[in-house]
């Protein structure tokens, strides 16, 4: 038998060539330095790290040197009470001077009400100089945060915790982050009185994430709560606020020149900015929910009214923005306020809302808009079925004409008013390219008939003139149709009359 015709598998010259090869393998990994393997297992989860200890004598403390603390607590109930006690524990045992990043996620309903072992916790680490804290105790974890060592790090990069955060910071502690970068609070329980000047002594913060969940009344002396956001290198701001007895409104000051990016969730709230934000690109605002209070008590409506005015004067100072999403309630809608006196928008490229009727007065205070997308919200349904009251603007806007490219709306009645609306778009759309439609019935009124009266109003649709001949119309795949026109899945149409 010639050489080349043995198979190395089955021989015992290839059964050792494999082990030799193997063993070369693992001679290799062995071989590397110290550092290199630290730096290798410091990208493994602290436990998986850990684990590597029984491979040999050589490993069992390589572990301890790892350089990042990750950890993903999956315990239960019986051992939650004790998990800062085990991390303070790890911690103890890894003696690297240097701790880059410390990520700790715990499990749901965690007991982590332990000051004293939270203190311990993060004094340890920052004692090792940590750049990125990720404290994840999940929404439903009560977590009083250690703020007097937590807020004073000279090496801190990045801040996110995540739990239900109550902060109470010392009167004599000084707040000192002079290298944070990105600072990420979620579920804090109250506005804490440190949000007045933190950001004055974090000079590089780039990415801020705010989030209230405020349950608690505030203090007899202080009944505006109050968040100066001063920063001079800030980029992206985020403020997120849900409050379920708070009966005075927080005020927020912005004062950040080269913001990019502001995304606001709150109907609560009065925000300002301090000076004209000429770097903004992109603000999304949603001031959708119920007012605080509901009452037709005058001086209550007084105060409402004052905060639309309030909420419309900060929107002003936006219209450097390319990109805008708007989202309003009943009692939180500025759009009433667009088309009287509001600036233009040269810049606005895409715009988001959830109302149409006043939306219609305001497209002259954005003439380079080209993609439009509304979604109507469910509070629509509390208008009658027979009118929704859609209008025409005085005069057609240039944007309509000449620059929107793109149209969806969602949430369309199927009523006759909806078919002008859509005639109006399609009959002074000169290049629009696409116009996508969708027709919301309450669930309890998904029968046949609502079924029939959809195919009906897309039948219409069709049949609706177009000024632009390569507009094609996107419709809802659970329409029929008996001609060609679904491709797909979706009926779509490039021609004028096209019939269903």
């Given at each position: 038998?010639?050489?080349?015709?043995?198979?190395?598998?089955?021989?015992?010259?290839?059964?050792?060539?494999?082990?030799?090869?193997?063993?070369?393998?693992?001679?290799?990994?062995?071989?590397?330095?110290?550092?290199?393997?630290?730096?290798?297992?410091?990208?493994?989860?602290?436990?998986?790290?850990?684990?590597?200890?029984?491979?040999?004598?050589?490993?069992?403390?390589?572990?301890?040197?790892?350089?990042?603390?990750?950890?993903?607590?999956?315990?239960?109930?019986?051992?939650?009470?004790?998990?800062?006690?085990i991390v303070n524990n790890i911690l103890q045992q890894m003696i690297a001077p240097k701790l880059y990043g410390f990520h700790l996620v715990f499990p749901s309903e965690?007991?982590?009400?332990?000051?004293?072992?939270?203190?311990?916790?993060?004094?340890?680490?920052?004692?090792?100089?940590?750049?990125?804290?990720?404290?994840?105790?999940?929404?439903?974890?009560?977590?009083?945060?250690?703020?007097?060592?937590?807020?004073?790090?000279?090496?801190?990069?990045?801040?996110?915790?995540?739990?239900?955060?109550?902060?109470?910071?010392?009167?004599?502690?000084?707040?000192?982050?002079?290298?944070?970068?990105?600072?990420?609070?979620?579920?804090?329980?109250?506005?804490?009185?440190?949000?007045?000047?933190?950001?004055?002594?974090?000079?590089?913060?780039?990415?801020?994430?705010?989030?209230?969940?405020?349950?608690?009344?505030?203090?007899?002396?202080?009944?505006?709560?109050?968040?100066?956001?001063?920063?001079?290198?800030?980029?992206?701001?985020?403020?997120?606020?849900?409050?379920?007895?708070?009966?005075?409104?927080?005020?927020?000051?912005?004062?950040?020149?080269?913001?990019?990016?502001?995304?606001?969730?709150?109907?609560?709230?009065?925000?300002?900015?301090?000076?004209?934000?000429?770097?903004?690109?992109?603000?999304?605002?949603?001031?959708?929910?119920?007012?605080?209070?509901?009452?037709?008590?005058?001086?209550?409506?007084?105060?409402?009214?004052?905060?639309?005015?309030?909420?419309?004067?900060?929107?002003?100072?936006?219209?450097?923005?390319?990109?805008?999403?708007?989202?309003?309630?009943?009692?939180?809608?500025?759009?009433?306020?667009?088309?009287?006196?509001?600036?233009?928008?040269?810049?606005?490229?895409?715009?988001?809302?959830?109302?149409?009727?006043?939306?219609?007065?305001?497209?002259?205070?954005?003439?380079?808009?080209?993609?439009?997308?509304?979604?109507?919200?469910?509070?629509?349904?509390?208008?009658?079925?027979?009118?929704?009251?859609?209008?025409?603007?005085?005069?057609?806007?240039?944007?309509?004409?000449?620059?929107?490219?793109?149209?969806?709306?969602?949430?369309?009645?199927?009523?006759?008013?909806?078919?002008?609306?859509?005639?109006?778009?399609?009959?002074?759309?000169?290049?629009?390219?696409?116009?996508?439609?969708?027709?919301?019935?309450?669930?309890?009124?998904?029968?046949?008939?609502?079924?029939?009266?959809?195919?009906?109003?897309?039948?219409?649709?069709?049949?609706?003139?177009?000024s632009s001949s390569t507009c094609e119309v996107v419709v809802p795949k659970r329409v029929t149709a008996s001609s060609d026109v679904f491709k797909n899945g979706y009926?779509?149409?490039?021609?004028?009359?096209?019939?269903?």
């Open positions: 038998m010639k050489l080349h015709e043995i198979d190395p598998t089955t021989s015992n010259n290839g059964r050792r060539l494999r082990r030799r090869l193997n063993n070369e393998e693992q001679d290799r990994l062995s071989s590397l330095p110290d550092s290199i393997l630290t730096d290798i297992l410091s990208h493994l989860p602290t436990n998986s790290a850990a684990t590597t200890s029984v491979l040999s004598h050589r490993w069992r403390h390589l572990w301890t040197t790892v350089t990042c603390f990750q950890f993903d607590f999956d315990l239960s109930e019986q051992t939650s009470s004790n998990i800062l006690l965690s007991n982590l009400d332990q000051p004293d072992a939270a203190e311990q916790c993060f004094r340890t680490i920052f004692r090792r100089k940590v750049e990125q804290i990720v404290f994840n105790a999940g929404f439903r974890s009560f977590f009083r945060v250690p703020a007097a060592c937590l807020f004073d790090s000279q090496s801190l990069v990045s801040l996110k915790l995540i739990g239900m955060l109550k902060i109470e910071l010392p009167e004599n502690i000084e707040i000192r982050l002079p290298n944070l970068k990105k600072l990420s609070l979620c579920y804090l329980l109250d506005v804490p009185i440190m949000l007045r000047n933190m950001f004055e002594f974090c000079p590089l913060l780039e990415d801020v994430q705010l989030s209230f969940d405020l349950i608690s009344l505030p203090q007899p002396q202080n009944p505006h709560s109050l968040v100066n956001v001063f920063s001079p290198n800030l980029k992206s701001l985020d403020i997120c606020m849900n409050s379920w007895c708070h009966l005075k409104r927080s005020r927020i000051f912005i004062d950040a020149p080269k913001l990019a990016n502001i995304r606001v969730s709150d109907c609560y709230s009065f925000y300002s900015f301090v000076q004209y934000p000429t770097a903004l690109a992109s603000a999304c605002i949603d001031l959708k929910g119920n007012s605080i209070v509901e009452s037709n008590d005058f001086e209550l409506q007084d105060e409402e009214d004052l905060y639309v005015n309030g909420m419309f004067e900060f929107l002003e100072r936006m219209s450097s923005v390319d990109n805008l999403e708007l989202m309003v309630g009943k009692r939180t809608n500025i759009f009433t306020r667009l088309g009287v006196d509001m600036p233009i928008f040269n810049n606005l490229v895409r715009l988001k809302a959830n109302c149409f009727k006043d939306l219609m007065r305001c497209l002259h205070n954005f003439p380079k808009l080209e993609h439009l997308e509304v979604s109507l919200c469910s509070e629509d349904y509390d208008v009658p079925t027979e009118q929704r009251d859609w209008y025409a603007p005085y005069s057609v806007p240039d944007c309509l004409v000449s620059k929107l490219k793109t149209v969806r709306i969602e949430g369309l009645k199927g009523i006759d008013d909806d078919l002008k609306l859509l005639e109006y778009i399609l009959r002074n759309a000169m290049v629009l390219e696409k116009l996508c439609t969708t027709i919301r019935f309450k669930v309890e009124h998904r029968m046949r008939s609502n079924v029939l009266k959809e195919s009906h109003f897309y039948k219409s649709l069709y049949n609706l003139p177009r009926a779509t149409s490039c021609c004028p009359n096209t019939n269903i």
